[in-house]
Every structure is written in C-alpha cells, then in structure tokens.
C-alpha cells in the first residue's frame, strides 16, 4: 500500500470517526428525550387517573379497592396500579389540580420521587425548591430522602449569613450560595476521637465520593496540599475544587477548631494568588470556603475583599443513629455518580 493510499485510509477512519460520534450523540439525545417524554405521559396518566378517583370519591374506599381489582384483571403483568398507588394518584391530582407550574414540575420527575415529595413536604414553596434541585442535581429517589432528610434547604437557608458573596462577587452570587450549607455534613468513617485536620483531609480523600455528593455535583476534583509559591515561599492549600457551573477554583480549608479572624486572611491571600497565577482569562474570581468544627465570625467577612464563606460541618459520629440510618449507602452513592457520568 503506498502513501497516498495510507493517508486515504487514515483520512477516511478519522472521518468515519466523526460522524460515529456524531451519530451517537444523536442518539443518546434520542434516548434521553424517549425517556423523558415517557416519563411525563405516565405522570399525566397518573393525575388524570387521580381526577377521576377524586371525582368519584363519593362511593367511598371500596371503590378503590374494585377499580385495583379490575385494572389486575385487565393488565396482569402491568405494574402501578395497586390499591396504594391508586390512592397515591389521587392524592397527587389533589395537591396539584390548581397548580399550573407544579404540574409541569412534576411531569419531569420520576413517580417515585413525587410520592417522596408529597409525603415529606408539607410546604409548597419549599417542596418546589426541592423538585428544581432534583431536575439540576439529578438525585435519584434515595439521594433526595437524603438530602431532605439532613435538612439540605434549611442548611442553605442558613449558610447565607456567613459569606460575603453578595459583596464581592459581580456576578453569581447567588449561584455561589447555592453551594454554601450549614452545616456541611460528612460520611467519614474511623475518625478517631480528637483527630487532627490532616486525617479530615485523608478521609475526605478516601471516601472522595461522599464529599462530593454533599459539596454539589458541579464540584471537579483538582487536589489536596496543593502548592502554590510565592517569593519563593512555598504555601499549600488544603483542598482545591474547580466549579463548573461557576467556572472557577474552590480553595478549602479545613479547621477542626473553632473559626478564627486570620482564618479568612489566610484564605483572602490564597485566592489572591489562585487569581493570578493559576486561573486563566476566562474564569472567573476564585472562592474561598472554609470549614471549622463551631463558628463566631462577626464582622471578620466584611472587611475581606475576596469571595469567602465559612461553614461548620459535622461527620457522621456526631449525628444522631436517626440522621445516620438515613444516610444513603455507597451503594446509592455510586450509583448516583455512575448516571451522572
């Protein structure tokens, strides 16, 4: 074979490439727009289902319980539509009747998760926020019983009072706010009584995955000690994260004592150099968070003129066995992080 062939061919399998991977990302749209529209007719049949349970519900709880018999009989092999999720779709028909945008809300979210919503939160409002976070997030439905379990809207309610993002950041603050919780609540197992904050970072390092998962999914991994210099004075930053929805570094440091003023200077100097010598044109200003077992911080952030938030966290020891027998096994951590990529 000679030259020109080789160039041929090898022109031939880059294009052949190409449009392979033009064609597979068509259908992994296809696929993801197939699941989704499925999705969203089997909720519309669920809320119509529960329009007509709730308009017949004069003939009582046996009507329910004939309708179940009837649909088993008809579909023996269809799944759903038991005597308890029959009750389920009438519930749901109720809560969200006179509810133009839940309906579209809950139409993009699997079945399950709509039944976690409706039986623990109460709140509308609040029952909205989390509905919008799953559809961002992804969670699966044992990540969102999670999440509302430990408190996650509330730990982000609070968390706003102890940063200085709406100062210091133009634009995004209230993105960054977002990521901020209070506390920050971390699996980490065999920590010893008065561990020191180098075993935190070694095992948050092992059990990386649980970090993340309570950090937010937009947080990228860049790395732990990492070294920056200056005059020729090496300084090494506990952990650096990289946000990709915020486009920009996350220093954190970790303290396992209670919050102290130069913390923040401290952190106020590591952003300063991630800015100018680490981040490019085309990111933008580097966060700062730091994490202290308690926390006093007064008026120290509003003298910072860099992005910086402190939060306290808490590791699985130091919840109680009911906030522990609801955390999500790694089972469901994995599996959340496996769909994500």
Known sequence: MNKTENESNSMMLKMAQEIAKHIKNEI?????????????????????????????????????????????????????????????????????????????????????????????????????????????????DSILIYQINTDLYYRQEKAIKHNNFNVTLKQNSDLANNMMKEPYVFDLIELTENYKEKELENKMLERLKNVLLELGNDFSFVGNQYKITVDNQDFYIDLLFYHIQLKCYIAVELKVVEFKPEFASKMGFYLTVLDQEIKDENDNPSIGIILCQNKRVDYTLKYINKPVGVSEYKVFDQLSHEIQNKLPTQSDINTHFDILN
């Open 28 to 140: 992994s749209k296809t696929q993801l727009e197939i699941m989704i529209n499925a999705n969203s007719k089997l909720v519309n049949l669920y809320f119509n289902i529960g329009k007509t349970l709730e308009e017949n519900s004069r003939w009582g709880n046996k009507f329910i319980d004939n309708i179940a018999m009837e649909l088993k009989l008809s579909f023996p092999n269809l799944k759903g539509f038991s005597v308890r999720n029959l009750k389920y779709m009438k519930t749901f028909y109720h809560e969200y009747k006179e509810e133009h945008e839940f309906v579209q809300l809950v139409a993009q979210l699997p079945w399950k998760h709509n039944i976690t919503l409706m039986q623990k939160i109460k709140d509308k409002e609040i029952r909205k926020w989390y509905m919008k976070r799953c559809l961002e997030e992804g969670w699966s």
